[in-house]
């Protein structure tokens, strides 16, 4: 039995492919783009599942960002801008969930609700971070994790993130001092138990 | 809060970023950590996380890349379909408002004069279908006959300019 070319369902005719080419060329070809997805895909997810508290909305949010990052034109400098980039987007994916009409505000959900929610749909319950991420700010999980996770500096967590330099270095601060004194408790109450 | 800053934080979080806390720093440096509140946070804080991102980074994510990559290859076609049609849809709008305004500026115009071809169009019978095309082109005379041209020659114009602009841009 001859075995279908499942490419070919995606074949581009060729007047429809001379209209993409007349808006920009891919900068990236398949193969390039499967490495650097090997290359990212775990880190993205990670921050994704960690800041939304859920690996479900992480998942979609990823391949949104990807297919993002693919249609766009890509900043200069290689692979550590495309990262940047790619955080960014998937920053601004997660923002635009937070704002939806029947998600409430990024800012306004309850630590608690958060909590609870966590508390559902958390996967890897032993893990030390993952109790006191739940109660902190969507918006400090994302600052923690960029910081001290993905290693980014307060200028480049402010070009993903859109706030400013000293904002980040102020909002980063509050966030570490809460994140320890939570890991703190939350070792204290371990040693007890 | 009042952002209390240690002249050695940069110092720690470079040795955590490079991997090189504790052991590669010095005796006063791991002394201080353990005085400084700032800087003992930040080593809590970046352990945790690196811990994680760790673990995180063995997980396997899901998804294919090729068919990622097919995905944005046909959301580019369709963007780029959309963006060339544009210029035709916005042409085609722009001629028929051009033809309503000029429709509508000559029913105001004949109105004004007391509805002339208001009195051609009653004479016009089923009994005197057959003879319509005579007929019309007898009423059409004077303004009518090079108005009725000359909106279609405008709307014609107008949309055909409106499509070249945007095409270009």
């Not at chain 2, 760790?54 to 994510?61: A, D, N």
């Not at chain 2, 916005?90 to 004069?113: M, N, R």
């Not at chain 2, 082109?137 to 279609?152: D, W």
């Not at chain 2, 409106?162 to 095409?167: K, Q, R």
């Amino acid at each position: 039995m001859r075995k279908k070319d499942t490419t070919a369902e995606y074949a581009i005719p060729n007047v429809e492919a001379r209209l993409i080419s007349r808006i920009d060329e891919p900068s990236m070809d398949s193969d390039a783009f499967a490495g650097f997805y090997q290359r990212s895909a775990a880190g993205l997810r990670a921050y994704l599942a960690r800041v939304s508290g859920n690996p479900t909305l992480a998942d979609d949010l990823m391949q949104e960002s990807y297919l993002r990052f693919l249609c766009a034109t890509h900043p200069e400098g290689g692979e550590v801008n495309y990262r940047r980039y790619l955080y960014r987007i998937a920053t601004n994916l997660l923002r635009d969930h937070w704002r939806r009409p029947r998600a409430m505000c990024l800012e306004d959900i309850p630590e608690r609700l958060l909590a609870a929610r966590d508390g559902m749909s958390r996967v890897d319950s032993q893990a030390t971070l993952d109790p006191a991420m739940a109660l902190m700010r969507p918006r400090d999980r994302q600052l923690l994790w960029l910081a001290h996770a993905e290693g980014y500096s307060h200028k480049e967590i402010a070009e993903i993130t859109g706030l400013r330099a000293g904002s980040v270095r102020l909002l980063l601060y509050r966030a570490r001092r809460k994140m320890a004194r939570l890991l703190r408790e939350q070792a204290a109450d371990r040693s007890r138990a | 809060m009042k952002l209390s800053s240690c002249s050695f934080e940069k110092e720690v979080a470079q040795a955590l970023k490079d991997g090189h806390w504790p052991q590669g720093c010095t005796p006063e440096l791991r002394n201080h950590v353990g005085a400084c509140t700032p800087c003992s946070d930040l080593v809590l804080v970046t352990q945790a996380f690196q811990r994680v991102r760790s673990e995180s980074s063995h997980e396997e994510p899901g998804g294919s890349p090729g068919l990622l990559w097919w995905r944005a290859q046909l959301r580019r076609r369709n963007a780029a379909t959309q963006q060339i049609s544009r210029p035709i849809t916005i042409a085609e709008i722009f001629a028929l408002i051009v033809t309503v305004v000029v429709a509508i500026g000559f029913i105001a115009w004949q109105y004004q004069h007391g509805l002339r071809w208001a009195s051609w169009w009653s004479e016009v019978t089923l009994s005197r279908g057959l003879h319509l095309v005579s007929m019309g082109s007898a009423v059409m005379n004077g303004n009518l006959s090079l108005l009725i041209p000359g909106v279609g020659m405008l709307a014609l114009i107008g949309g055909l300019v409106v499509y070249l602009v945007t095409e270009k841009s």
